[in-house]
């Protein structure tokens, strides 16, 4: 039998249908903006009583995405008690994160501008819930948390990756953190930085194939950092635009040397003097 245009048409249709009834992108992006006010940004419910409903409202709508990837309420029911569980935790890493921002970024003048105003650290946000519900093998809704900080911020942390305290983020636009990324704490990290695997062979799914960072590592913008074998040691300092395939000593300061002339144009041949 052949198979005509339309029923192709149809079957890419019906699949696409298939796939918004499946998963709710609109609501999980909602529910992080919304979890993320309750935490963070002024409410107008000051009573115990209107942040409880708050919380419960949250609650419900997160047993509501998770029930579309289990198909089973009573699992998704326990997925949600864990989460919040764990919840009150999360909000203490989350409070040391913007309080290392406050004190290492002289542009911060307060917790409040950096809860209003840091991407960097609403990325950092929905990376920790993105891992807490990672850890707990809930299938698809963390990458979708995930891919929505990356659209809003321009930051992709993948939520698998392993994140320690006082975690900081500078301007963070590129900032590419792999699956397998192991971070210690104290760790700074500014824009374009790529914490990746040296391949992308399906065969290494399951291999460490992301960096270590210890301790107290700054990492500055452009450096890009590869392989599941490469440690950089406590306290290092990697500098702007440098490539690293291989450990760096604790304590090391590693920089990509370039040379900057400059000239008086004046000197410039004739033929190089145009407007534009």
């Known amino acids: 039998m052949a198979v005509s245009h339309h029923l192709i048409e149809k079957i890419h249709q019906t699949k696409q249908e298939s796939i918004h009834g499946f998963f709710d992108k609109v609501k999980t992006k909602k529910w992080v903006k919304d979890l993320y006010e309750a935490l963070f940004l002024p409410q107008n419910e000051h009573t115990e009583e209107g942040l409880k409903k708050n919380f419960e409202v949250l609650q419900d709508v997160l047993s509501d995405l998770i029930n579309t990837v289990t198909e089973d309420k009573e699992t998704a029911e326990g997925h949600v008690k864990q989460f919040f569980e764990a919840l009150p935790g999360l909000y203490d890493q989350l409070v040391l994160d913007a309080a290392s921002i406050l004190e290492f970024d002289p542009a911060a003048d307060s917790l409040e501008e950096v809860y209003l105003a840091y991407p960097g650290f609403f990325a950092t946000y929905v990376y920790r819930i993105s891992h807490q519900l990672w850890s707990q093998e809930v299938k698809i809704l963390p990458r979708v948390i995930s891919e929505y900080a990356h659209s809003k911020t321009g ?14 983020i500078d301007h963070g636009t590129g900032i590419v953190i792999g699956e397998t990324t192991i971070i210690g704490n104290h760790v700074k990290i500014y824009q374009g930085v790529t914490l990746g695997a040296l391949n992308v062979s399906k065969e290494k799914a399951n291999q460490k194939r992301h960096p270590n960072i210890e301790d107290g590592v700054i990492i500055y913008s452009g450096a890009t950092i590869l392989g599941g074998n490469t440690t950089i040691g406590r306290e290092s300092v990697i500098g702007g635009n440098v490539w690293i395939t291989q450990d760096v000593p604790a304590s090391s300061l590693v920089f990509h040397k370039s040379e900057i002339k400059i000239k008086d144009n004046s000197s410039l041949p004739e033929s190089l003097n145009f407007v534009i």
């Open 155 to 168: 930051i992709d942390i993948h939520p698998g990756a392993m994140i320690g305290a006082s975690f900081f």
